[in-house]
């Protein structure tokens, strides 16, 4: 049986163990986390962004509605969100279902960024193609201009997404006989959790 994680402990509780046992190991960007997402058309995409917060019942991250991903999960809610840290040789898999936060969420998390990040994401139309950098610095610098010394507002289009679970998978790495310590807990039918170990 691993001991890396408990096997009738809340998986949610020993993710936010293993952050907290990253940010202690001084790991940068611990909660920096690869989403994968898939397109209508069934194309798969991923990249790297930060969870914004972890309650007890899911993670949560902050973008554009419109974005690539936005409109992936417009089509197909399912997603998977790897957290990777190297230096401890550990990884953790979330799998499960993406959902908007409400519009209340979304502004505490608005009113908590730096007044610079929020004209930035007011000015830079999230993957969209630009004529070049200097465009977007003017964008900026106009929408700053315009808005003065009041609030900066949140856009409809910018908001927060929670991804409930229906598993999350712990790997540890044993370098010294690759016999890696991999266990997984999946959600049953009625919210609780069942654990399992699999092979490496």
Known sequence: MPEFVTPDADPMDELRRWLNE?????VSNPAAMVLATVSADGTPSARALMAGTRDQDSITFFTH??????????????????FLWTVLERQV???GTLTKTTAEVSDGYWVSRPRNTQLAILAAPQSSDVPDHAALIAAKAEIEANIGDGDVPRPDTYGGYRLTPDSLEFWQGRPEDRLHLRAIYRRDTDGSWSFGVMAP
Do not use: C
Request: overall charge neutral.
């Open 93 to 95: 898999r979330v799998r």
């Open 22 to 26: 990253a940010a202690e190991a001084g």
């Open 65 to 82: 509605y419109t974005s690539p991903k936005g409109k992936d999960i417009d089509h197909n809610p399912n997603a998977e969100a790897v």
